[in-house]
């Protein structure tokens, strides 16, 4: 059953701490992306990657860092240095190449709230 | 910079209307659009796209316009049904030639029973 996964689906953490969040493909995907979602809003680009070991900040990426190891993995770590971090957190994937689609696929979401 | 915007920030229809959610957008460089439906809590779910050199596309119970000389978009989607309220976000591909997509800030759609 091909997809992406996030996990978990809701995270807690205490301000000034570091939290890392998971997003994993099995639909061999070059592209991932990492967005933000606040109440009410659309989706904000953090961070995305083409292609292994290569990423690229989005509009919003001061205060994120990410990581691409794996094809099929894309961490997000929210720092302590992201002023605002309690947000809805959503991962996806796309396929690249000759032929390319521009559809994104999205994980269900992290729903990150820092007290 | 370039967006992609909606004009109405809510819509309300009855079940069994049709819905019509519009879209508009700045880029004139872009060349591919995309709806995406997000039910609460949970990721978007792809519904359709079109390309800049179609103006029009229909898939089931839905159908995407483009009027690239007003540059703007719109879902119609036929006989809305409760299980259709949502959030709906229009997106385009800008300047990047599909590597990112710009979204617009979504229209919230609530089917009355």
């Known amino acids: 059953d091909g997809g992406i996964t996030q996990s978990p689906k809701y995270l807690f953490r205490k301000e000034g701490q570091n939290v890392t969040l998971s997003c994993e493909q099995n639909?061999?995907?070059?592209?991932m992306y990492w967005y933000r979602q606040d109440p009410g809003q659309g989706l904000r680009l953090i961070y995305y990657?083409?292609?292994?070991?290569?990423?690229q900040k989005g509009d919003i990426a001061e205060g994120y860092s990410v990581s691409r190891e794996k094809k099929e993995s894309f961490p997000l770590t929210v720092t302590s240095a992201q002023k605002n971090p309690t947000a809805f957190y959503l991962c996806?994937?796309?396929?690249?190449?000759?032929?390319?689609?521009?559809?994104?696929?999205f994980g269900p979401g992290t729903r990150l709230t820092v007290t | 910079g370039e967006s992609v915007g909606l004009h109405l920030p809510t819509l309300s229809v009855q079940e069994g209307d049709n819905s019509i959610i519009n879209c508009a957008y700045s880029?004139?460089?872009?060349?591919?659009f995309i709806w995406y439906k997000q039910e609460s809590g949970k990721g978007p779910q792809f519904i359709i796209d079109?390309?800049?050199?179609?103006d029009k596309r229909q898939g089931q119970r839905v159908t995407v316009l483009l009027n690239k000389t007003v540059k703007h978009l719109s879902l119609q989607i036929a006989a809305t049904q409760p299980g259709d309220s949502a959030v709906y976000f229009c997106?385009?591909?800008?300047?990047?030639?599909?590597?990112?997509?710009?979204f617009g800030e979504g229209t919230q759609l609530t089917v009355n029973p």
């Open positions: 996806a994937s796309k396929a690249s190449g000759r032929g390319e689609s521009y559809e994104q696929y």
């Open positions: 639909l061999n995907h070059d592209a």
């Open positions: 990657s083409q292609i292994v070991n290569d990423f």
């Open positions: 880029n004139s460089a872009s060349d591919y």
């Open positions: 079109i390309r800049s050199n179609m």
């Open positions: 997106a385009e591909n800008g300047e990047t030639s599909g590597s990112r997509l710009t």
